[in-house]
């Protein structure tokens, strides 16, 4: 039976939509720091933050899940716990059952994570891989969007009613199960024969260039979480706008990365090794408006650039990990960068710390940044040059 890649590729990319779907009911917070008065606000606001954890956790172990778990298996049951496990606090008002559940819901997306996005480059490749590398990467923005927009609309109900988006991912299991065929059939034999030989370890080579993947993937998640807690702040304090109008900025950054993973396979194709570099000094620019501009229109135009720029820094490092990587190895590459992401995420206040130290001004965050993403560029551009070819640095 001939593969139908269209439908295939529905199906793959439908998994992406619930990836970043944790915070999708941070909107009831409020609600829950009032029914669970007894209780801390730090542990309230847990039980939103709890799956990173148990993400992080999962995600790490990702490589011996593999060797135990078939693909299939892991996505069905990540799936089943994230629509069973997600919707939970709809039924109980317990604080330890939601925030076991909560966390129950981090297992099942950190099983899904790594394979979401390495069957992509196991079966798919050239020009048709980068494209829905970058689509991948729409997909998480679209699903993040979708997700917090049907919780808010429950929310009118009640806060535990939020808890039901959740059973969206039935709806994306029906989809995996209907389009897209098991790693060992027949379908998809052919894309996958020289790994049922094999027991290849991970080379130097390979370790190396995904640790540093997974470095910069951590620099550029960090850098949008900066974004997310810097802009509201530095529109309010510069007397320029309002929170809500911080907010509105942050969401057109999002809407940003989107409209990046769309076109990222054409980009690609055209600019090949100089587009990272491109989209570094792009993103650099944007942060540098963010800091230097002094106006909302400035501050919203460069969060704007900056958003597209470092979603295509982020599709380039999947595709970049696919090109360099074997096929026995990129489930384990694509780990170290996912786990990359989730520190990179976590470490933000940190680094914002430090940075406040030697200079406590908001804009200087996004000044810092900005010159790091100019540096690798042009350490990108040097290296590239000495060993004149295509070298895959991010």
């Given amino acids: ?59 790490a172990l990702g490589p011996f899940i593999t060797k135990i778990l078939s693909e299939r298996f892991t996505i069905i049951l990540g799936l089943c716990i994230i629509g069973t496990a997600g919707s939970t606090p709809f039924f109980f008002d317990s604080f330890l059952i939601i925030m076991f559940s909560r966390i129950l819901l981090g297992v099942g997306i ?7 996005v390495s069957m992509i480059g196991e079966r ?30 429950l929310l009118i109900l009640s806060w535990k009613s939020s808890f039901l988006v959740y059973t969206f991912s039935f709806l994306v299991l029906i989809l995996y199960l209907a389009f897209v065929p098991a790693a060992n059939s027949p379908e998809t034999i052919e894309t996958r024969k020289d790994e049922q030989n094999k027991k290849q370890k991970m080379t130097q080579k390979e370790l190396a260039f995904s640790l540093i993947n997974a470095a910069f993937a951590g620099l550029l998640i960090s850098t949008n979480v900066t974004n997310a807690l810097r802009i509201p702040g530095f529109i309010v304090d510069s007397g320029i706008g309002t929170a809500v109008d911080g907010n509105n900025i942050l969401s057109l950054s999002m809407f940003a990365g989107f409209l990046s993973g769309v076109v990222f396979g054409k980009m690609m194709s055209k600019l090949k090794r100089l587009l990272l570099p491109c989209f570094l000094c792009t993103g650099a620019v944007g942060l540098l408006m963010i800091a230097l501009t002094g106006s909302r229109m ?6 704007f650039i900056n958003g597209f720029s470092v979603a295509g820094c982020v599709s380039y490092v999947f595709t970049s990990l696919s ?14 960068v996912l786990v990359g992401c989730n520190l990179g995420a976590a470490s933000s206040p940190v680094i914002l710390k430090m940075i406040g130290v030697i200079n406590p001004r908001l804009f200087v965050s996004f000044f810092a940044y900005a010159v790091v993403f100019v540096c690798i560029a042009a350490a990108i551009l040097v290296v590239s040059h000495l060993k004149r070819g295509d070298v895959n640095v991010g």
Wanted: net charge positive.
């Fill in 323 to 336: 090109e360099n990587v074997t096929k026995a190895s990129l489930n384990t590459a694509n780990t170290f």
């Fill in 298 to 303: 400035g501050v919203t135009v460069g969060a």
């Fill in 110 to 116: 950190g099983l899904m994570n790594t394979r979401a």
């Fill in 124 to 153: 798919f490749e050239g020009a048709r891989r980068a494209r829905l590398l970058g689509f991948r990467q729409s997909a998480e923005t679209i699903g993040q969007t979708f997700m917090t927009l049907v919780a808010g609309q």
């Fill in 1 to 59: 039976m001939k593969r139908n890649n269209t439908l295939e590729s529905t199906g793959i990319l439908s998994l992406s939509l619930l990836l970043t779907s944790t915070m999708a009911i941070s909107g009831t917070l409020p609600a829950m720091l009032q029914h669970f008065a007894g209780h801390s606000r730090i542990w309230v606001e847990y039980l939103v933050s709890a799956p990173q954890i148990a993400m992080v956790i999962i995600i």
